[in-house]
């Protein structure tokens, strides 16, 4: 056996096709993430709260969601939502009688529950100092989630929501058993057809490595953003400099809510 494995000139050949692949894939990713983050803060409120018939059922959904796999979860929706009359004859099928729509809900729904504990966990580990600070400034606790609570549970929570989204994007790669053409899908089309295995496969491989990587750099970007005041307030003369600076911005703060 000679040579590479890779054939260039079918690589170059299908470069259209996975490109046109690599949209849907950035379509069934990017939809899923806003509706899933949306839907995650209700019910990450609801599972922080102190009353059991909020807690509970959000609880469970993030058991339930969490724990079954994204696979199964697919071939219910897509499978098992249709054989629902109520479904089939109301306006909802307009969203499950498309391959398209149900891959949105399901993963939509799986992303839900892993943001939910992201987003739990980044506000829990907000210190109690800084908003009993932010009370004793007399601001309001409205004022403090959003402006006190919320920047520095994104802060928090950053690294573990780019480890979610890295996961969620290799995990989009399952829609293709749905009939969905995403890049997966079009990388084993040209399989098929060419009968070479590694040349769509890895053409597919780099294109994923390329996407995720873009969003790797993304999420460094708004990290450094994020925390550019540390870089701008602290000095190597003296460890006070951040305190000093969240005491200012709170003094700040409260000034600007009295």
């Not at 509970?56 to 969601?65: H, R």
């Not at 891959?103 to 907000?126: C, D, K, P, W």
């Not at 460094?220 to 006070?240: D, M, N, V």
Request: net charge positive.
């Amino acid at each position: 056996m000679s040579g590479l494995p890779i054939d260039f000139d079918l690589a170059w050949r299908s470069l259209p096709e996975l490109l046109a692949g690599l949209q849907v894939t950035v379509l069934i990713t990017v939809l899923p993430l806003l509706f899933g983050l949306a839907l995650a803060f209700p019910i990450c409120f609801a599972r922080m709260s102190a009353r059991r018939w909020l807690s509970l059922p959000a609880e469970l959904f993030v058991v339930f969601f969490r724990g079954a796999p994204l696979l199964i979860l697919l071939y219910v929706v897509y499978y098992g939502f249709g054989q629902i009359a109520l479904l089939r004859e109301g306006p909802l099928w307009l969203l499950f009688g498309s391959p398209f729509g149900c891959a949105i809900v399901a993963l939509t729904f799986n992303h839900a529950a892993y943001m939910t504990e992201v987003l739990r966990g980044s506000l829990l580990a907000v210190p109690g100092g800084i908003v009993e600070a932010s009370e004793a400034l007399g601001i309001s606790r409205r004022h403090i989630f959003i402006w006190v609570k919320m920047p520095l549970a994104i802060r928090y929570g950053l690294k573990a929501y780019q480890n979610e989204v890295v996961s969620f994007v290799k995990g989009t790669a399952i829609v293709s058993v749905v009939t969905i053409t995403d890049l997966t899908a079009v990388a084993n089309g040209i399989f098929e057809q060419t009968y070479d295995p590694f040349t769509p496969i890895l053409c597919a491989a780099a294109l994923y490595w390329a996407f995720i990587n873009l969003l790797r750099i993304g999420f460094e970007l708004w990290g450094r953003w994020l925390g550019r005041h540390q870089r701008e307030e602290a000095s190597p003369l003296t460890a006070e400099a951040p305190r000093r600076f969240g005491l200012r911005r709170l003094s700040s703060l409260a000034k600007a809510m009295l």
